[in-house]
Structures are given as C-alpha cells and as structure tokens.
C-alpha cells in the first residue's frame, strides 16, 4: 500500500504543480483580453472623435467650395475676380475698383 500512496502523493504533486502552470497562464490570458478591450475601447473612441471633427470642420469647408463653384460657373470673369479678393481680403485688393479690375482681366487674358 505504500507504494500505491507513493504513487499516488507523486500524482497528486505533479496536479498541483501543472494546476499552478495553469492559474499563472490564466491570469496572463485574463491580462490580455483587459488589454484588448481597452485598446477596442480606444479605438473607438478615436473613431468618434474623428466623426465628429470631421461633422463639425467639413460642412463649412463645403460650403465654400459651394460657393467657389457658383463663382466659377458666373458669366462674368470680374464677378470671378470680385469674389476672389472678397474670400481673400486684403488692403490692396479692396482699394480695386472695377475698371481696374476690367484692365487686370484683359491684360491676363492676352
């Protein structure tokens, strides 16, 4: 009978020690899966703030393109010009008149 409880205490060892293996390979996966849902969390997050950047700075940009593209689409090169130096303000370009403005068109165009 000894032998058999010898046995048997070995066994009962070597369960022990593989059930330790596996606690200590437990909390490494359990680790890992916290990590990876953070890290999905993140992720989304920086999805949403993206979405919602690109709501808030996109539809004005659009706008202005909108209006460039009625700009381009008028009959009138000046009226181009016009808005040109109204989207672009500066000191020189609102002291144009339109005459000048005329001369500049036809001097380009030549």
């Keep these: ?3 058999e409880k010898q046995k048997l205490e070995d066994l009962l ?11 200590v ?5 359990r680790k890992w899966i916290v990590f990876q849902q953070i890290w999905f ?3 989304v997050v920086v999805i949403l703030l993206v979405i919602a950047s690109a709501l808030i700075y996109v539809p004005p940009f659009i706008k202005s393109l909108g209006n ?3 700009n381009f689409t008028k009959s009138s090169p000046s009226n181009l010009i016009n808005s040109f130096f109204q989207e672009n303000q500066t000191k020189n370009s609102q002291d144009l008149s339109q005459d000048e403005i005329d001369n500049l068109i036809q001097q380009y165009t030549k």
Aim: cysteine-free.
């Design 1 to 3: 009978m000894s032998e």
């Design 13 to 23: 060892e070597k369960n022990l020690q593989i059930s330790q293996e596996i606690k």
């Design 68 to 70: 460039l593209y009625e």
């Design 25 to 29: 390979m437990t909390k490494r996966t």
């Design 41 to 43: 969390g993140l992720q």
